[in-house]
């Protein structure tokens, strides 16, 4: 198709749009009641760790290993020697506890009960992670690495005998940070289930999280460094930050894929990616969870997204992400998310040629109501944040015009 069809073709949409703003205002608003949202339980605080067998969920936290029974409504508090649970994991009935200073635990009844874990790990030592690589449990620990053949009951130390945090795994591989000395942390990898160990490089920053995603690692860092990925097991970092609020003050302080979705815990709220981190969206503005809180760990169980926080346990519907939406790269086109929205809108648009472009925000009378952005942009992929919080709540539009591209995207601003 010509440029010509295409551009006449997008104009006569965008003028029937215009023709039925009561229409589009309807079925947006329909599909807003539809859409899920953050709902905050009456969970405990300072959540660090999830878990969830059948209907128990349970959740680790600073001050003791809580469970739910009611999706989140009520807690009961299991009792440990330590009141910190740091790391949780489920293998088929058995669920397993992880705390800082008295080693592992075991609950074959669903938290009914639970014995420590003493043959070949120790039960002072502090056991920041659990993960399974292959058919070996795999945990990364203040005395190193260690692996499992047996589900748990019997441990091995490996080659990597010094603090280890974060690990994760994926398939019969696994990553770790380890910090052999102060200064020279290092990611290091296993292909073989976690018994066998290499070096691959220094981490590229203050390292909080690592996620296997596809063909990259993930790499959520503190200190204002935002996020990192790799594509040859942590050798080599490049930064992916765009959409996240990164400044002095910004940590990633976890990262979980649900879904097929990569999400990121912060200080600033959840945020998400759908195209491996070269732009994160934010979950949780406009929606009932404060952007500015702050997340420690995300956890995808029983249909929703479970987010522990400093002051409480929230939850939202997985459903919700498939109405995040992808940009076509193959034609110039624009994405809105959230949509509805409240207050902050990321406005994301690809254009397939330079060239100057005006975004505008129009009202249902064809008035400009809010100028984004007006200046030359180079072909491929932008991104704005505009705030929609000065708006009257209603339906919109918003245009991306200029030389070689004409765009338009319904848009409802909600009270």
């Given at each position: ?20 703003p ?5 079925l947006?608003?329909t599909?807003s009641?539809?859409?899920a949202?953050w709902v905050q339980?009456?969970?405990?605080s300072?959540v ?6 059948g209907?128990?969920?349970?959740a ?6 809580y ?7 009520t807690?009961?508090?299991?009792v440990?020697d ?25 609950s ?9 874990i ?7 030592i ?21 692996f499992?053949r ?11 005998t ?5 690990l ?14 102060i ?9 073989d ?9 220094p981490e ?19 200190n ?5 990925r ?11 930050d765009?959409?996240l ?8 302080h976890?990262?979980?894929?649900v ?5 990121a ?7 998400l ?9 934010n979950d949780?503005?406009?929606?009932n ?9 995300l956890y995808?169980?029983?249909?929703s ?16 992400f498939?109405s ?26 690809n254009?397939?040629q ?18 984004v952005?007006?200046g ?14 000065g ?9 991306v015009?200029?030389?070689n ?5 319904p848009?409802?601003?909600?009270q």
């Amino acid at each position: 198709a010509s440029s010509h069809g295409v551009y006449y073709r997008t104009m006569l949409k965008f003028l029937l749009r215009r023709l039925f703003p009561a229409l589009v205002s309807l079925l947006l608003f329909t599909h807003s009641d539809a859409s899920a949202q953050w709902v905050q339980t009456l969970g405990p605080s300072n959540v660090e760790s999830f878990a969830g067998i059948g209907s128990t969920l349970f959740a680790g936290t600073s001050d003791g290993l809580y469970r739910s029974t009611d999706n989140g409504q009520t807690w009961t508090i299991d009792v440990l020697d330590s009141d910190w649970t740091s790391s949780m994991l489920v293998i088929g009935n058995n669920v397993f506890a992880g705390t800082l200073g008295y080693g592992l635990y075991l609950s074959t009844d669903r938290g009914n009960h639970w014995v420590p874990i003493t043959n070949g790990i120790g039960t002072t030592i502090e056991v920041f992670s659990l993960g399974m690589s292959g058919s070996n449990m795999v945990t990364g620990t203040s005395s190193g690495i260690f692996f499992s053949r047996d589900s748990g009951m019997t441990w091995n130390a490996t080659s990597v005998t010094w603090q280890t945090n974060p690990l994760t795994t994926s398939g019969t591989e696994a990553f770790a940070r380890g910090s052999q000395k102060i200064g020279t942390d290092t990611i290091y990898y296993s292909n073989d289930s976690g018994e066998h160990w290499v070096a691959e490089g220094p981490e590229p920053a203050f390292t909080y999280w690592l996620v296997k995603s596809g063909n990259f690692l993930f790499d959520g860092e503190g200190n204002g460094a935002g996020v990192s990925r790799s594509s040859n097991n942590g050798a080599v970092w490049q930064s992916v930050d765009s959409g996240l609020p990164v400044s002095p003050f910004f940590h990633c302080h976890n990262l979980a894929i649900v879904d097929n979705v990569l999400l990121a815990a912060t200080d600033f709220g959840v945020f998400l990616t759908t195209d491996n981190g070269t732009y994160w969206q934010n979950d949780s503005a406009n929606d009932n969870m404060d952007n500015r809180l702050y997340i420690n760990v995300l956890y995808g169980w029983n249909g929703s997204v479970w987010a522990g926080t400093l002051d409480s346990v929230w939850r939202e519907p997985i459903s919700a992400f498939s109405s995040v939406p992808n940009l076509d790269r193959n034609e110039s086109s624009v994405s809105l998310y959230p949509d509805p929205v409240k207050t902050d809108e990321n406005i994301r648009v690809n254009v397939m040629q330079d060239g100057p472009i005006e975004i505008s925000i129009v009202n249902a009378i064809g008035e400009t109501v809010a100028s984004v952005y007006r200046g030359f942009v180079s072909s491929g992929e932008h991104s704005w944040i505009w705030n929609a919080s000065g708006l009257v709540p209603g339906s919109y539009e918003c245009i991306v015009q200029g030389t070689n591209v004409l765009l338009s995207r319904p848009l409802v601003v909600l009270q």
